[in-house]
């Protein structure tokens, strides 16, 4: 119904009454008033603040595409899976790994419940990220989610003792099948890798030497690789080099061979995932399998080893990388770490 007053119409959303009340209101309650009201507005209508492992999580999976799985928190820290099918997604997940400080793990080397300290994403390889493809009769290149059935298959020998379901990455990264005598890592067959360095750098690793320094014109090894050589003029790496088995976590032994050529892939056999990711292999097939595992230190050596190793491998873990990407060689699982 309409109101009248005075002979005027009034609204009749807006009561008579009210008109004549509100205008003898103070003005200073008026603004008062009206800045409370939008204050709890504002209050009201902000959304709550976001936590770091929230945030990170919505930000793989925008900058990926995929969803995570596998989430929980373990002693306080949190942690997910995810799958990768695609190489270009790794420049970013690497640097959202690093802004929030998760550590980005190889699946298979370690898990939530074996990572100190902080929170990690578990990287699983998805099938798009498999397959060979033939470098002449004797090589191919491989992506890292390849299967070690698939290389059994095509008649790599040096596969023959590794359990089929492992992934070239997995093979990577596992000491176990590599040859543990000093200076025969080429018993691998592997020649290249492909890596991503820690701090987003990559290079393609392979041999080296008089005729082929071409290592050097990279920039993410210009410092890296003189830095391994100089590791060579350790007194107690000159020791392990005469030892029976190589009794450290990281290969520098393929700098000095016994079998075949220097060869900087060939640093990265059993390390844990702990120095760099494997985005692409190339790997030589090698008739029979040469490879020897079995050997074991004398009780003088293993006694040597034990005072010096976590200084030897920690100064490697330090030029590759220095905070923390990817795992410590303390949080593999027990059935990798040596």
Known sequence: MSAHCNGKRLPTRYPARHRTVLPLLPQRLLQLIMHVNRRRFLTLSKRPQEGPWPAFCRRVQRALETSLLDEQQINGYDS??????????????????????????????????????????IVGMGSQLAGTEALGEHACLALPATRVAH??????AQFSHVPPELTLAQWLAMPQWHDRRPGCTASSGL???HALFADGQTAVLGGFGLNDESPLRLPALQQLVPALFEQLSDADIARCLTMQRWP???????LKPRLGDINLA????????TLIWCQELVIRRMPRNLIVSDVALDDADSGFVAG????????????????GLFIYL?????AIAE
């Open 80 to 121: 997910a899976r995810i799958v990768l099918q695609d190489l270009g997604d790794l420049p970013s997940l690497r640097q959202l790994c690093q802004e929030y400080d998760v550590a980005m793990v190889l699946e298979g080397t370690a898990t939530p419940h074996t990572i100190i300290g902080r929170s990690s994403l």
């Open 151 to 156: 290389m059994q298959e095509q008649g790599y």
């Open 191 to 193: 020649e290249r890798v």
């Open 248 to 254: 450290l976590a990281y290969r520098l032994d393929a």
């Open 266 to 273: 060939q640093l990265f056999l059993g390390h844990g995932g």
């Open 308 to 323: 010096v190793h976590h200084h030897l491998e920690g100064s490697i873990k330090a030029l590759f990388d220095p905070a």
């Open 330 to 334: 303390d949080e593999l699982l027990p």
